[in-house]
Structures are given as C-alpha cells and as structure tokens.
C-alpha cells in the first residue's frame, strides 16, 4: 500500500503520516526532505536558486518514482504536489495508492502557518496574519479541485495528528 498524504501547507501531513506510518508497520517518507536530498539543497534554496520550474520537475519525478517503486509506504506530499502536471492523475491510476486529502479550515491554516512563514517560499512575502489569511483563502480554493480528487478526505482541522492517524486508519482497513 503506498499511502499519500496531500494537502496544503501546514494541514499536518508530516505529523499524521509519521503516526500513520507507525501504525501501519511500513516506512515514513517526507517529499519535501527527498526533494532537499536530491537537489543537496533547502527549498528556499531551491526556489531562490533554481526557480519554482525546476522544484516542480524534481518534485514530479520524485513522486513518479516512488509510485512506480517497490514496497509499502506513507508519504507525506508538499501542498503543490498534485497540483501541477499530471501528479494528481497519476497518483489516482496507481492501483496500490491510496491518497488522503487532510482538509483544513482556512483560520486553522494561517494560525499555524504565520509563525513558520519562511520556511515556505510561496508565503514568506505575506507580512500580516490578515494577509496571509487572506492568500490562502484564494490559493486554496484554487487548489481544492486537485485535493478533492482524494481517495479520502478527512477533515483535520481540530483533530490531533494521532486522532487523525487513527480516522484514517479505520477508513483504510
Ligand atoms: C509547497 C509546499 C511545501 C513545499 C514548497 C511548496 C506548496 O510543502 O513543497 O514550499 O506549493 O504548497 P509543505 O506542504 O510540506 O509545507
């Protein structure tokens, strides 16, 4: 079983997959820290360096291949990686995957994401909470198209991580 865990930036991804993957007995994989691995660089670096083309391309191919690859794992996905190309087709037309929309409320999002803005490139420009609430209510409903298309959709905005990683585990088996 090759679980995905999609959604946007700070919906939890790493902290349920990482629960997920613990009980599920299978490895915990984080897109992002691959991304970082293979380009030998942070992703601010690779935004301000290599240009937001070139995180997409090693972001495509890196899930590409981890779907085309051997074995069981949870994989926690960046917030774009669905949303660009065919990443979200091809996921949906892997048999053995199965991907988790972690939906989240748009106050819940900027609460958590303002204190840890520049560590995301597309949000480190935003200079107020009511800024950037209001970017991700547009770049949300944006990208929600993409999210939907979830095999599963589990609403994970009051939840704690290891209450999450149990709802989605029950829908799993
Ligand atoms: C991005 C989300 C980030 C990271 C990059 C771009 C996005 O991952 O991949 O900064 O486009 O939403 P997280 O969702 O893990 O923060």
Redesign the pocket.
Known sequence: MKVILI?????G??SVGKILAGKLEIPFT???EE?EEEAGMS?PEI?AGKGAVY?RRL?RELVAKRLAGPGSFVM??????P?YGNTMELIRETPEAVSVYLKTTVPVLSQRLFPEKE????LAHLNSENELKEFIGIHLFERSGFYEQASLVVDASLNSPEEIAGTILRKLL
Do not use: N, Q, V
């Not at 959604?7 to 919906?11: A, E, F, H, Q, R």
């Not at 926690?76 to 990686?81: D, I, P, Q």
């Not at 560590?119 to 597309?122: D, F």
């Open positions: 959604g946007y930036m700070g919906s991804k790493s984080d897109l992002d991304i992703i935004f995180f972001e926690a996905a960046g917030g774009g990686t949303c560590k995301r490139p597309l």
